[in-house]
């Protein structure tokens, strides 16, 4: 595993040489999104939009402002929020009246419209979504995509006719989340975070956490079963078949950026990046091999292959700078292309091309009739070998343990008898974070690891981003 | 034409009675996107992307604060913006060393770094482009989609070796505009705008205006010639071919939702919005025709008519509530889809299916097995004919005048002799604004209309929004 120091420095660098963002905006924590990093994101963000459209929910934009008196209506969400927020207090040469803030997040926006728009049970399940950028003035040091304070954010919000219905969206999030970590070979775990640890207002939250390669985890998304926590606070009532006014249950399912810095900390090696083939920006590049004799062939037969990639719907990408091959190869590795294509002399007599492996470096010579095929198979194979390396990570980085000293690197997982006092007590102890229990629930036999009684389940720790 | 009453009332109205947004937000001027409203504008988005992506734009996406000393680097863009920018002055509890500001237009947050982004000649032309939220605290009436303090803004910036190739982009644009134009079923006057009213900053504006049912014209695009104004203030240099630094030539693309509100304001009639077909949400609505007997055949056929209408591309909707036809007619018709498709019991035995545009109330029979060809076709059409109307009624719009006094309804084009202190003349004589003259060029004969000496082009006013 990589040390702390290593990863940053490795991290912190990777992030600017391979084109993702830009941290030389003069606002400390908010970058910029270069060509490159946008396009991962855009294509992240694309299977989250067909997972919406598969799953009924509608798209919506709610205003980034919201009012302060609006905002402080559910008292928990604004305790844990409040001191994080960014006020606007000024418009024009004006004080406003009432300060406004970004929004952190925006149950607060919402759900007083929410109160308006559900009248019925034949409103609900009510279903929306947005993909908007959130604002969180952050404390702790800023990492790119990770922790920053401009955050590039999906949020979905629900309503419910009762708690059971919820739990069924909520069963539908994780069916998503699968979507979306398959695409990004990303594997994780699904955590009930403790009682002492839940999103600002929720009844309970599921956070998705990934294991990174110094042995800390990530959190990539939160599912939150909020009850009828905000709707007592926004009103947000129906009329059910009976005619009685009852408060809606609700939900929401959050993820972030941070999926980029997930994917770009999971999946890499010496030489760089690798981007999962899915949202990889680049699926394909193409790398003529020059020939004294021949230049003018080859470029022109990798401009026919480019052009067949492209209109079978392969992302590709023909490099013509005037550089040498090698160069060339060094530069895509390092920005996490999945596939190269090499043609050159040899090839055009051959009708055939090189393709090499980013994952593991595998080299083949394939006829170009069949080459479509073997490209779309190539890069499926690439994909469920990049997620198969990143399981086989997150399963050897758990550690169970029977006592709370001497602990390994990576996730904890020890025995708990369920009660608050030890998890507490194993969070003052071991000086991790607490990530929860498994959410599809787990048996333990055998005593907790910090009171020694009986143990009910287990509980994981870590530490995390 | 329609009063600037009766077309305030009628518009103000049908925005949120057709579910194009939702203007209860506590923050005046921020209105919600609903989920047919913000699908309507995510199709513009989507043309916009093609061209962008078509033309060689790459997509990158800027912080949405600006520290106030980089906002002031360019004097006049300041002088236009200061007086409506949304000041940031704290962030949790404490206020901030530099106060920052809600972007009016991303100009000043990009161009210091595009001074380091850009190097060499071989970095030019440089273009990009994002799509984001803009603020502007109006002072002015707000509208839906017209004036509203938080904006969804398209924002194109290229810079370029020299004048003529800025030029060159220029030129681009216009082809970019008429392309989302044609689209939208959208005709437009490319009107350079006065000296004394081109955007803060510029060398020259070209304002792209809609006619609007009322006789007033909206602006609905910005292409800015920055010349070197912008690269000076930031230091955007570049080393030419000869090793020498020179300041690059900039431009700039602007768009906005106020395409929302020149498509629900320019193509309407007594019974609402009508769509052009290729940013219509819904493209065409089924309406089952209840039949006494075969209820349950004729759903399913209609079930099979969406599908078949889907997966062949076109955005289909099956209205399968408990309500009567004529119902489902009237609340489509309000909310502008193109076409609809009746299918009852008859049609069953007949294998056809009757279609009904939106356009001209047009009502055809077909037969099912042609179905899709047909209803490209009809959805073609209609794009073609909502165009011509249009394109007839900004023609009727333009009226010539000889003098400045008794003016009537519209767009006037008056002979001009080019010089300012007469432009001004007829600004304040006619109390109206001053479009400009055409882009294209336009030579007059006669005699300016304020000083009565020779004329040298046409000058265009209008009341705008």
């Known amino acids: 595993m990589l040390s702390e120091d290593e990863f940053s420095e490795w991290y912190n660098d990777i992030v600017e040489k391979a084109g993702l963002c830009d941290k030389r905006y003069p606002v400390k924590g908010m970058n910029i999104w270069t060509p490159y990093g946008w396009k991962l994101m855009s294509l992240i963000d694309a299977v989250t939009h067909s997972e919406m459209a598969r799953t009924g929910h509608r798209e919506v934009c709610f205003p980034l402002l919201i009012p302060e008196d609006q905002f402080a209506k559910e008292e ?69 995509f990770v922790r920053v304070r401009e955050i590039h954010f999906f949020e979905a919000h629900t309503c419910h006719a009762d ?34 640890d839940k999103f600002a207002g929720a009844h309970y939250s599921v956070g998705i956490d990934v294991f990174m390669p110094t042995g800390r985890t990530i959190q990539i998304g939160g599912i939150h079963q909020y009850r009828e926590n905000f709707a007592k606070a926004y009103g947000i009532t ?106 050159g ?35 499926d194979e690439i994909g469920i070998s990049m997620l198969k390396a990143a399981e086989e990570q997150l399963k050897a980085g758990i550690r169970d343990v029977e006592a709370l000293d001497d602990l390994p690197v990576g996730v904890i997982r020890m025995r708990w008898c369920a009660e608050e006092a030890c998890g507490k007590d194993a969070e003052a102890r071991t000086g991790l974070n607490i990530l929860g229990t498994r959410y599809s629930g787990e048996q333990a036999e055998g005593k907790c690891a910090a009171c020694w009684k009986p143990a009910k389940t287990y509980l994981y720790a870590a530490r995390t981003y």
């Open 345 to 379: 002399k040899r090839d055009l007599a051959n009708n055939a091309a090189v393709l090499v492996r980013r994952d593991n470096g595998a080299k083949v010579s394939v006829p170009r009739d069949e080459l479509i095929m073997i490209v779309k198979r190539i890069l």
């Open 163 to 196: 708690f059971e219905d919820a739990e069924r969206q909520i069963r539908e999030d994780l069916e998503i989340m699968s979507v979306v970590g398959k695409s990004l070979c990303l594997p994780y775990m699904e955590m009930r975070r403790p009682d002492w």
């Open 238 to 343: 129906y009329e059910d078949e009976k005619g009685e006014h009852r408060l809606a249950h609700q939900t929401t399912y959050g993820m972030s950026e941070r999926l980029v810095g997930a994917v770009v900390a999971v999946h890499h090696d010496q030489k760089g990046l690798k981007f999962p083939p899915a949202v990889a920006p680049i699926q394909v590049v193409i790398v003529p091999i020059p020939a004294k004799e021949l230049q003018e062939k080859v470029a022109q037969e990798c401009r026919t292959v480019f052009h067949r990639l492209q209109s079978n719907g392969i992302r590709a990408h023909l490099d013509e700078r005037d550089l040498r091959p090698g160069n060339k190869f060094y530069d895509w590795e390092e920005k996490g292309v999945p596939l190269r294509l090499e043609l």
């Open 76 to 144: 928990k969400h604004i305790k844990g929020f409040g001191g994080e927020v960014y006020w606007v207090t000024h418009a024009g040469l004006n004080p406003l009246d009432i300060r406004l803030l970004l929004r952190p997040t925006s149950e607060t926006a919402m759900y007083p419209i929410f109160a308006l728009w559900i009248r019925a049970h034949t409103d609900l399940p009510f279903k929306v979504y947005q993909i908007c950028n959130v604002f969180r003035y952050e404390t702790k040091q800023t990492r790119a």
